[in-house]
């Protein structure tokens, strides 16, 4: 889909008072459009990377504290 497509009247208008051709500066918004969804895409990826290591930390730690509280009834 196209961002001409998804602009509203009001938008329109906003583009037509900027100086410049409205084809070219809507191909400008398209291009940031682009860009900023590849930036999302690569937040994304790092965020799903940060959950997994926290959930491995999370297991580790629960782990590490399983081991030590078999070794302290050992002591017992």
Do not use: S, W
């Not at 509280?69 to 050992?74: A, Q, T, V």
Request: include cysteine.
């Amino acid at each position: 889909m196209k961002l001409f497509d998804m602009l509203t009247n009001e938008d329109i208008k906003r583009i037509k008072k900027t100086e410049g051709d409205p084809a070219k500066r809507i191909e400008e918004l398209e291009t940031k459009c682009r860009e900023a969804g590849r930036a999302m895409l690569e937040l994304n990826a790092k965020y799903e990377a940060a959950l997994a290591d926290l959930a491995r930390a999370k297991e580790d730690h629960q782990y590490d504290n399983m081991v030590h509280e078999k070794e302290l009834n050992e002591r017992r």
